[in-house]
């Protein structure tokens, strides 16, 4: 099993340079309208890195299996278990006129193997937990329909996203919201389906189709001075899963459940973000 240390070394060949840099010790607050590395509140280390403090679940994904993880999530520098954080490289940094979009992946997960050996459910608690989670769901029209929901991106009120999205609201259709995202440039749209469609498709073969990103979100993020320079990650692991050959039969039906939802949400994204293109 990799250590923090390990996956620190592996995952970002400066680390030894970095760590060494004491302003990662002296982190402020940094007050966001628009998301930075997943989370509107963050610790800020200074324009190249971002801190996120960890849940236990999280920090066990971080130490052991986020170097599995390498390019397809932003660059670790530093995973600290005594403080349970992680500090990450800013994956706008560099950017003149960044723009960024957190999109879930995924419907909302109800499945009982999840709800009782995860979440620590008892039997009856989990089947409240399910009939509460069709309501919810049932609420996110566009959820439902799509496996995935635009939260919030830059120049808009992630509150207000929030409202339509739980109203079932279709005043704003999926692509609309991509194409005003992408400043209606066509070309960056194209560039965005592609690299939506590569993400796609590694994750479809193991060691990915192993684990299970429920509540996982991916942030992109592009420069408008240079609308070449996009970045896609995959972030927020606080709910994610791992199973082997050696796990219950109904812990693997649990991966396949949700990673058909995930995969089918991708596939969406994508249908979308080819639709606002044209």
Do not use: W
Not at 115 to 127: C, D, P, Q, S
Not at 150 to 171: C, F, H, M, N, V
Not at 212 to 223: E, G, K, P, Q, T
Not at 250 to 256: A, L, Q, T
């Amino acid at each position: 099993m990799l250590t923090a240390s390990d996956s620190i070394c592996l995952l970002d060949k400066e680390a030894k340079t970095i760590t060494n840099d004491t302003r990662l010790d002296k982190p402020s607050r940094l007050q966001a309208t628009t998301p930075i590395a997943g989370h509107t509140q963050q610790l800020k280390i200074d324009e190249r890195f971002v801190q996120k403090m960890l849940s236990p679940s999280e920090l066990n994904f971080f130490k052991n299996h986020a170097i599995f993880f390498k390019d397809l999530i932003p660059a670790i520098v530093r995973v600290d278990e005594p403080s349970s954080s992680v500090t990450m490289r800013n994956i706008a940094h560099g950017m003149l006129s960044p723009k960024l979009m957190d999109i879930k992946i995924g419907n909302k997960f109800t499945n009982r193997y999840y709800l009782i050996h995860t979440k620590g459910l008892t039997e009856e608690n989990a089947i409240t937990a399910k009939i509460n989670g069709r309501i919810q769901s049932s609420k996110r029209s566009n959820l439902c329909r799509n496996h995935y929901f635009i939260a919030g991106y830059t120049g808009q009120d992630p509150i207000k996203l929030k409202q339509e999205r739980l109203s079932g609201s279709d005043q704003k259709t999926p692509q609309h919201i991509l194409s005003a995202f992408c400043n209606t440039d066509r070309r960056l749209l194209t560039r965005l389906a592609t690299q939506l469609k590569e993400i796609a498709n590694r994750l479809t073969v193991a060691p990915y189709s192993n684990y299970a990103l429920i509540s996982s979100s991916l942030l992109i993020a592009f420069d408008q001075k240079n609308p070449e320079n996009i970045k896609i990650k995959i972030i927020d692991f606080a709910n994610a899963q791992y199973c082997n050959e050696s796990d219950p039969t109904e812990k693997k039906e649990m991966i396949v459940e949700y990673n058909q939802s995930y995969h089918q949400g991708l596939a969406n994204l994508i249908q979308h973000v080819n639709d606002a293109a044209t």
